[in-house]
């Protein structure tokens, strides 16, 4: 494959990691081949889409050769040998610009690799390069990053969704093959809804989050993006398991995801909460996700109808605890040791102030703000301590479920991808966009979004499946079956 034979239309969907690992081996097929042709489209299509912020051109086709020559020898590849993938620009990267969507680190270049960054370039995984993100990870819609908005491959009018926008719309453009985002409340879930790709929280803990620049450190999730059930599960294989360099890593057996979206539904019990499917549920988003629970009625699950009746408390809380994480985990960004330090400053007071004040964007500044309040003496009790004790709640709720269902559907986001500008002048709407996704977030829980469907207007709707802690098998074989049905319409 040239790298001219590559480029194609605007929106396209990626080879799969089997077919393109196989076409390596068998040597039907370069990596490096593959690599310069994910290049062009890139240079074609990036300046439209704005998903790429820094090319590791240099890094990639080294990999791409040493894949080749392993191929050419004949020795057994890895599991993502020559797979092309794209980072969230949150994950370290040694050597890279690594900024997080923020001005704060515009020069900021790491000296190590995140462990998700390090399993991928173990597995053979060719990376291209870092990609555009609400700062800091602090958005819905891509429209915070300190670089400009992502746009939606699917329309150029609309937002691809948040915070990894720029990963989801990545793989929606054929931009790479897979890519890396993070879930702090749904910022991989509702993007990969809105793009019409598949994108998967997995439970707090299966993935290490070191090298990953902190948002708020009991939520911030690192998972896979790819246009298929299957190739996510691949990736997920790779990233999931110990490591000692994360504290909150978990023992837990990885199991064989791969497997599991081949397996049928037969039998499973899935769990419908009420609660997902009331006011503020767009039309044809409800249409959608109802097809894919009928699709998967027919394949044998037994459909029950449950309750999450706390489900209302979770917006609140999640804002009050992720942003007082937040003002935590921000308060090393003060132009003393790495970041942006302002040239105004004359003394160290001005400094700090004028450094923060010039480094953050107008989101990521409200945060600070109001979990630095939700924190402070006398409001501590009543706000932070009180959001933790609902967050059990809603937490032990979720647990109380599963001990009656193997899974729950719901949909992914209340609506489809909405226009660019359209709720950047209202914080409350554009929070509110996350309603069904910051609760498994608050949990711990694993889930995923699979595109079920479209509406009138061609915009992707996503199907968010939801699994117990360790669940990951679960969600992989309810998506597939959804996927199968999807495809065969």
Same mark, same amino acid.
């Given at each position: 494959m040239s790298a001219q034979e590559s480029v194609g239309p605007l929106r396209q969907k990626p080879q799969s990691i089997r077919k393109l690992r196989a076409s390596?081996?068998?040597?039907?097929?370069?990596?490096?081949?593959?690599?310069?042709?994910?290049?062009?489209?890139?240079?074609?299509?990036?300046?439209?889409?704005?998903?790429?912020?820094?090319?590791?051109?240099?890094?990639?086709m080294e990999q791409a050769a040493a894949i080749d020559a392993q191929a050419a020898k004949g020795d057994p590849l890895p599991l993502l040998a020559g797979i092309p993938i794209g980072v969230k620009d949150v994950l370290a990267m040694r050597g890279v610009p690594t900024t997080a969507g923020s001005r704060i680190l515009e020069k900021y270049r790491p000296p190590y690799d995140a462990t998700a960054v390090t399993r991928l370039r173990n597995a053979g995984a060719v990376l291209l390069g870092k990609l555009n993100c609400d700062e800091f990870a602090m958005?819905?819609?891509?429209?915070?990053?300190?670089?400009?908005?992502?746009?939606?491959?699917?329309?150029?009018?609309?937002?691809?969704?948040?915070?990894?926008?720029? *990963?989801?719309?990545?793989?929606?453009?054929?931009?790479?093959?897979?890519?890396?985002?993070?879930?702090?409340?749904?910022?991989?879930?509702?993007?990969?809804?809105?793009?019409?790709?598949?994108?998967?929280?997995?439970?707090?803990?299966?993935?290490?989050?070191y090298g990953l620049i902190a948002f708020a450190s009991s939520l911030d999730r690192v998972g896979p993006f790819a246009a298929s059930v299957q190739d996510a599960a691949e990736v997920l294989h790779v990233l999931a398991g110990h490591? *000692?360099?994360?504290?909150? *890593?978990?023992?837990?057996?990885?199991?064989?995801?791969?497997?599991?979206?081949?397996?049928?539904?037969?039998?499973?019990?899935?769990?419908?909460?009420?609660?997902?499917?009331?006011?503020?549920?767009?039309?044809?988003?409800?249409?959608?996700?109802?097809?894919g629970i009928d699709a998967l009625r027919a394949q044998g699950c037994e459909i029950r109808h449950i309750r999450l009746k706390h489900t209302q408390y979770a917006i609140p809380v999640y804002y009050l605890v992720a942003t007082a994480e937040a003002s935590a985990n921000l308060a090393r960004f003060d132009g003393v040791r790495f970041g942006y330090r302002s040239t105004s400053a004359t003394n160290l007071s001005s400094m700090y102030k004028l450094s923060r004040e010039e480094g953050f964007g107008a989101e990521?500044?409200?945060?600070?703000?109001?979990?630095?309040?939700?924190? *402070?003496?006398?409001?501590?009790?009543?706000?932070?301590?009180?959001?933790?004790?609902?967050?059990?709640?809603?937490?032990?709720?979720?647990?109380?479920?599963f001990g009656e269902v193997d899974a729950i559907v719901t949909p992914t986001a209340p609506t489809a991808a909405f226009r660019i500008g359209e709720k950047s002048d209202d914080p409350m709407a554009m929070y509110l966009a996350d309603i069904y996704t910051v609760t498994a977030s608050l949990a711990g829980i694993c889930g995923l979004s699979v595109p079920c469907g479209t509406t009138t207007a061609g915009l992707p709707v996503g199907l968010q499946v939801l699994g117990p802690h360790f669940g990951e098998s679960a969600i992989f074989r309810v998506a597939a079956a959804v996927e199968r049905t999807a495809k065969s319409e």
């Open positions: 390596i081996a068998e040597r039907s097929q370069r990596a490096i081949d593959i690599a310069e042709g994910y290049y062009a489209r890139i240079e074609r299509f990036n300046p439209q889409i704005n998903a790429y912020l820094a090319l590791t051109r240099d890094q990639a958005g819905s819609s891509n429209e915070n990053s300190a670089y400009g908005p992502v746009r939606n491959p699917v329309d150029l009018d609309r937002v691809p969704g948040g915070s990894s926008g720029g *990963s989801a719309a990545s793989v929606a453009a054929d931009l790479a093959v897979a890519t890396l985002g993070t879930d702090t409340g749904g910022s991989i879930r509702q993007p990969a809804s809105f793009c019409g790709v598949v994108g998967v929280l997995p439970t707090y803990g299966r993935v290490s989050r490591d *000692s360099l994360d504290a909150t *890593s978990a023992t837990q057996p990885v199991g064989d995801y791969v497997a599991a979206a081949s397996q049928d539904v037969k039998g499973m019990r899935i769990g419908i909460p009420e609660e997902y499917f009331g006011e503020g549920l767009d039309p044809e988003v409800r249409a959608a996700v109802e097809a990521v500044k409200r945060r600070i703000l109001l979990g630095t309040y939700a924190l *402070s003496a006398g409001y501590y009790d009543a706000y932070y301590r009180k959001a933790q004790q609902v967050r059990r709640i809603l937490a032990e709720e979720f647990c109380q479920a």
